[in-house]
C-alpha cells in the first residue's frame, strides 16, 4: 500500500530550525485539506497545523508563530517549517489528510535538546 513519506526530523538545539516534508505518489495535496500531527512519548497523536484546500492555515496554539505549514502543488510535498525548537516539541511527526483517512507513515522524529 502507498503510504505517506515524512523526512527532514533531526536532532536540535533549543532555538534552532527544522523543515519537514510530506509527499505520497499519486496523491493531490492541494486538493485535500492537510495535516501535520506529533507524538510525544507518553501521549496522544494532536494536530499541529492544517492547510485547507483554499490554502487556509491553522495551528495549536503551542506553536502559533513558531511552524508555518506550506505545500508545493508542483512537487506534491507539503512542508512544515519549525523555527525557534522547544524540547516540549520533540516528537514523531506525521502528515495525513485533515479527517486522517489515509494511512499513516512511519513519521520523522524530531528532538530538541535543551
Known amino acids: 500500500q502507498v503510504q505517506l513519506v515524512e523526512s527532514g526530523g533531526g536532532l536540535v538545539q533549543a532555538g534552532g530550525s527544522l523543515r519537514l516534508s510530506c509527499t505520497r505518489p499519486g496523491f493531490d495535496f492541494e486538493f485535500n485539506t492537510m495535516g501535520w500531527y506529533r507524538q510525544a512519548p507518553g501521549k496522544q497523536r494532536e494536530l499541529v497545523a492544517r492547510i485547507t484546500e483554499l490554502g487556509r492555515t491553522v495551528y495549536a496554539d503551542s506553536v502559533k508563530g513558531r511552524f508555518t505549514i506550506s505545500r508545493d502543488g508542483a512537487k506534491n510535498t507539503m512542508y512544515l517549517q519549525m523555527n525557534r525548537l522547544k524540547p516540549e516539541d520533540t516528537a514523531v511527526y506525521y502528515c495525513?489528510?485533515?479527517?486522517?483517512?489515509?494511512?499513516w507513515g512511519q513519521g520523522t522524529q524530531v528532538t530538541v535538546s535543551p
Open positions: 495525513n489528510t485533515g479527517d486522517m483517512r489515509l494511512n
